[in-house]
């Protein structure tokens, strides 16, 4: 027996928030939340440890314990003092910050994905350092996989993309930009392609790569990709070495002319 339900409401209860609040906290349907707690409905394992996370409690305990308020009051204060020893507040709108932009790397992204509520896990992200200045929240994240390089151009695996966090609630993404998506468990970074009022289209830069669709209530983050860090040295590109071959046999063409005159 699950007590995910019966936690849910008594969260709820302490913190005095409603099912439609809660809700929007987690990016989940009211509904969602009321099937949670009547039992009809259990959430998905990322959502159980995105909301232990989120309060301060084991992922064991909130499914196999029932809490109790003096559990709730203690994890208040315990949050109180993390806040109080990491100086969490209001949310920075300044990208930009001593210390420099938080990255998140190969080996943690998927411990980054099932923490992100966590504030303490988000603050202990290695800094990274450059002289840009977004204005709003920005991260980096080192890309996994080569489906945005295509004859050795683009991006490349390992290369550091620096990112500005949008709400796509407010502003909508555009076609033919680079996105970091955190979604379906996973962080993929990709090319919009199309988009309509529910669900985004993207693609590779490499065609040989299917596209990718998500439903906007799928995505837990999404990303602009801003600017890019990378030790890869591009070579010349198509067009470029097709160009510089005619600009050689002109050269070939206009010195065998000269020696006929």
Same mark, same amino acid.
């Given at each position: 027996?699950?007590?995910?339900?019966?936690?849910?409401?008594?969260?709820?209860?302490?913190?005095?928030?409603?099912?439609?609040?809660?809700?929007?906290?987690?990016?989940?349907?009211?509904?969602?939340?009321?099937?949670?707690?009547?039992?009809?409905?259990?959430?998905?394992?990322?959502?159980?440890?995105?909301?232990?996370?989120?309060?301060?409690? $084991?992922?064991?305990?909130?499914?196999?314990?029932?809490?109790?308020?003096?559990?709730?009051?203690?994890?208040?204060?315990?949050?109180?003092?993390?806040?109080?020893?990491?100086?969490?507040?209001?949310?920075?709108?300044?990208?930009?910050?001593?210390?420099?932009?938080?990255?998140?790397?190969?080996?943690?992204?998927?411990?980054?994905?099932?923490?992100?509520?966590?504030?303490?896990?988000?603050?202990?992200?290695?800094?990274?350092?450059?002289?840009?200045?977004?204005?709003?929240?920005?991260?980096?994240?080192?890309?996994?996989?080569?489906?945005?390089?295509?004859?050795?151009?683009?991006?490349?695996?390992?290369?550091?993309?620096?990112?500005?966090?949008?709400?796509?609630?407010?502003?909508?993404?555009?076609?033919?930009? /680079?996105?970091?998506?955190?979604?379906?468990?996973?962080?993929?970074?990709?090319?919009?392609?199309?988009? $309509?009022?529910?669900?985004?289209?993207?693609?590779?830069?490499?065609?040989?790569?299917?596209?990718?669709?998500?439903?906007?209530?799928?995505?837990?983050?999404?990303?602009?990709?801003?600017? /890019?860090?990378?030790?890869?040295?591009?070579?010349?590109?198509?067009?470029?070495?097709?160009?510089?071959?005619?600009?050689?046999?002109?050269?070939?063409?206009?010195?065998?002319?000269?020696?006929?005159?």
């Amino acid at each position: 027996m699950s007590f995910i339900g019966k936690n849910i409401k008594k969260i709820r209860a302490h913190k005095k928030i409603s099912q439609a609040e809660f809700a929007k906290i987690f990016n989940l349907t009211r509904g969602s939340i009321g099937a949670y707690e009547e039992g009809r409905a259990e959430p998905k394992i990322d959502t159980i440890v995105q909301l232990a996370n989120y309060f301060g409690v $084991s992922v064991d305990a909130f499914i196999n314990k029932e809490l109790t308020m003096s559990d709730l009051y203690s994890l208040d204060l315990v949050k109180e003092k993390l806040n109080e020893a990491h100086h969490f507040g209001k949310e920075t709108d300044v990208a930009f910050r001593k210390g420099g932009i938080g990255l998140v790397k190969l080996n943690n992204q998927l411990e980054y994905v099932v923490n992100l509520g966590n504030k303490d896990f988000i603050n202990k992200l290695p800094y990274i350092e450059f002289p840009v200045n977004f204005k709003g929240i920005t991260r980096a994240f080192e890309l996994n996989g080569s489906e945005m390089e295509y004859h050795q151009n683009g991006l490349h695996h390992g290369d550091i993309l620096l990112c500005l966090q949008i709400d796509h609630a407010k502003k909508k993404p555009e076609k033919g930009k /680079v996105y970091v998506l955190v979604a379906d468990g996973r962080i993929v970074a990709r090319r919009l392609k199309d988009l $309509s009022d529910h669900q985004l289209q993207f693609m590779s830069d490499d065609p040989n790569y299917p596209d990718l669709e998500f439903a906007f209530d799928e995505i837990l983050q999404i990303w602009e990709v801003k600017g /890019v860090y990378s030790t890869y040295l591009n070579p010349p590109k198509m067009l470029d070495e097709k160009v510089m071959l005619l600009e050689r046999q002109m050269e070939e063409v206009l010195k065998q002319m000269k020696g006929v005159g």
